[in-house]
């Protein structure tokens, strides 16, 4: 995949919200509601005003390049970047099946202190950040920052979690969406005259396939 453009960065304030998709059924006096994910799914609306052209230009082509709103990406928000990031509680990593040890983590930039919290169904496990071909065996978990795809964190498991094991991580960093998409079915980068650009929300959303 790619990773979308941290530059230009898109307008202040940041608008940055959880969903949680569920299916509705049922009469009006006894609706019933179930949830499609156990965890939130990022959402992020973005606004550009006052841009170049050659900058909203990078923006159009990246657009293109993924193929619009049926392609997929990695997207990092853009809350606080230049100073950690937010802290962040019990994102989901991965669900545990006894083989898969090694996952892309949602953080990008994961701060080392304070120490992120790795935690398999609610219970802390030992886990550090080391360097890439360094792991501590002596951890159940060991977290490599930026060498998973597209620059996001990567999380490596001494001995792979079994099945139903739900794998999360808490901690400071830039919150990642693994895999993202437009929700923007026509290319919203357009230019406008004069060479200034002004345009949103583009709605970018964090999906699981």
Do not use: H
């Amino acid at each position: 995949m790619s990773k979308y453009p941290d530059d230009p960065p898109p307008k202040a304030p940041f608008s940055f919200r959880s969903n949680r998709p569920l299916v509705s059924g049922g009469p009006e006096w006894a609706p019933q509601d179930r949830a499609l994910t156990r965890f939130g799914l990022g959402e992020a609306d973005l606004f550009y005003e006052g841009n170049p052209w050659s900058e909203i230009k990078t923006l159009y082509d990246f657009y293109e390049s993924v193929g619009g709103a049926s392609g997929r990406f990695t997207f990092v928000d853009f809350n606080a970047p230049d100073s950690g990031g937010q802290a962040w509680a019990d994102l989901f990593v991965a669900k545990g099946d006894g083989a898969e040890d090694t996952w892309d983590l949602p953080t990008y930039a994961l701060v080392a202190s304070p120490a992120p919290v790795i935690k398999e169904s609610g219970t802390t496990k030992t886990s550090a950040v080391t360097p890439a071909g360094s792991p501590d065996v002596t951890k159940d978990y060991n977290i490599v920052l930026g060498t998973g795809t597209d620059g996001v964190d990567l999380l490596i498991a001494t001995a792979a979690p079994a099945s139903p094991i739900i794998v999360t991580i808490s901690g400071t960093c830039r919150r990642a969406f693994r895999r993202a998409k437009f929700t923007n079915a026509k290319n919203p980068f357009v230019y406008d005259v004069p060479d200034f650009f002004s345009a949103g929300p583009v709605t970018i959303i964090e999906v699981r396939k």
